[in-house]
């Protein structure tokens, strides 16, 4: 009599988990399908805006020409809180885009007015101090500036981008 007392309650069980598991399917169903169409929408636009991006950045690195300038004197950083004097010292890589068509023209007058790309960088990293240029966020603006203004100077959107090499602050 034990036994089919215990099958009976293990059966009356069973009956109820299956009760509530149709009530889970027929309570979450409808907002599981709700969530997943609104899924689908979301990476169908971020799709489309990424499509978009990609053709404006594309480069192709082939025609990239560097213009490198040796490596400098010292400059002198602006001054901190600690009081003391730091320098940094560093080489300069500008790299052209040969596609644009004043290419040739903006090539020739850096190779004759070097003077003034060291000029132009050196008031520029200047303006800094030593806790800003180990810094890679602010060395990264640094880049930005000298290129912004470099374009200024050669009236030019040929400089596609500039590099640092055998950069020392101390």
Request: hydrophobic content about 40%; aromatic content about 8%.
């Amino acid at each position: 009599m034990k036994k089919n007392l215990i099958t009976v309650l293990i059966f009356a069980l069973c009956l109820i988990n299956l009760v509530f598991n149709i009530l889970l399917v027929f309570v979450f169903m409808p907002s599981a399908t709700k969530t997943n169409k609104l899924i689908t929408e979301i990476a169908a636009v971020l799709d489309l805006e990424l499509a978009s991006q990609k053709n404006d950045n594309e480069f192709d690195v082939s025609n990239i020409e560097v213009f490198q300038l040796e490596q400098g004197n010292p400059i002198n950083l602006a001054q901190d809180s600690s009081g003391e004097i730091h320098m940094v010292q560093y080489g300069i890589s500008i790299n052209l885009d040969t596609t644009s068509s004043d290419y040739s023209k903006v090539l020739a007058n850096m190779q004759k007015s070097t003077s003034l790309i060291y000029d132009i960088t050196n008031d520029i990293i200047g303006k800094y101090s030593y806790n800003q240029v180990i810094d890679v966020s602010v060395k990264k603006q640094i880049k930005e500036e000298i290129q912004k203004s470099l374009k200024e100077a050669f009236n030019t959107e040929c400089i596609h981008s500039i590099s640092f090499y055998n950069w020392v602050a101390n």
